[in-house]
């Protein structure tokens, strides 16, 4: 297994070669919803109407996949567990669902808080203006308290082996948290980089906390391959923003969908980067 700061090193040089994107022709994108600050009542729904993955340790059966509201009577232990915020399809994808209870398989519990549970809630078709995009990451961020707060209150998850993670949209909110009360962050299907989706990338740093970027490379909407990325000097991965943390990890996937938490290579370095946090 290569080590993180060689894979890192490879990842850069790679970028040294890759190809530059541009703008051309950018199509005009569409907003639904006006929402973008979740109240005392959306904030309950979105940890209620979470999607919880609980591993046969805390079920005492099969794993639970389900809402945090239907959660059943568990057994008592701590467990690891990965906070996850969705993307901006939200928690309707399967691949959402299938990768948690792949979790829970590891032994490994889940929150994924509903960011849809607010009424209202902005949505959109990119590409749209940067302010709104912002509004959307300032309330994507605010996710991650929420989740803290309730998992703080739980009898069952372990706060010493708690990880961040979020695809897309949700990878914006945890690339930008500094703070150190996460054990580790991943960083799925986002880049790091200044481009339309961002005023600026500002990802966080965190030393001596690890972190796992995974993104294709080609991805759709973060790369070059996208003619209205808005960013000529786009490397389309978070290797220049994480460089200077020796325990980055960065991995590009060929021919890799946008969603690719489900891909069995995702898993694989997935899994490696969470074993180091599954013993208490």
């Known amino acids: 297994m290569l080590h993180r700061g060689a894979v890192l ?33 959306s904030s309950r729904a979105a940890i209620e109407g979470a999607q919880v993955a609980l591993p046969s340790r805390l079920t005492g059966g099969a794993p639970y996949v389900g809402r945090w509201r239907d959660m059943p009577r568990l057994q008592p232990g701590r467990v690891p567990v990965v906070v996850f915020l969705h993307g901006s399809s939200g928690l309707g994808l399967p691949a959402i669902a299938e990768w948690q209870r792949w979790l829970a398989g590891l032994g490994i519990a889940s929150v994924a808080p509903d960011s849809f549970a607010l009424p209202g809630r902005l949505r ?85 906390r690890p972190v796992l970027n995974v993104i294709g490379m080609a991805d759709p909407y973060f790369s070059a391959t996208n003619a209205w990325l808005g960013q000529p000097q786009a490397r389309g991965h978070c290797a220049a923003a994480l460089q200077a943390n020796p325990q980055a990890m960065v991995v590009l996937l060929a021919q890799a969908p946008h969603t690719l938490i489900h891909l069995p290579q995702a898993r694989a370095v997935t899994a490696a980067f969470l074993q180091q946090f599954a013993s208490p």
């Open 124 to 208: 959109y078709t990119s590409p749209i203006d940067k302010p709104t995009y912002e509004r959307i990451h300032a309330l994507r961020a605010s996710e991650i308290a929420l989740a803290q707060q309730a998992l703080a209150a739980s009898d069952w998850a372990d706060p010493r082996r708690l990880v961040l993670a979020g695809t897309s949209e949700g990878a914006v909110a945890v690339a930008r948290h500094g703070a150190d009360d996460f054990a580790g962050r991943i960083i799925y299907a986002w880049s790091c980089e200044d481009n339309y989706f961002v005023e600026r990338a500002s990802t966080a740093a965190t030393p001596g």
């Open 9 to 41: 090193a490879l990842l850069l040089s790679l970028a040294a070669c890759a190809p530059l994107g541009g703008v051309h022709g950018t199509p005009g994108g569409k907003v639904q919803g006006t929402a973008t600050m979740h109240d005392a009542a």
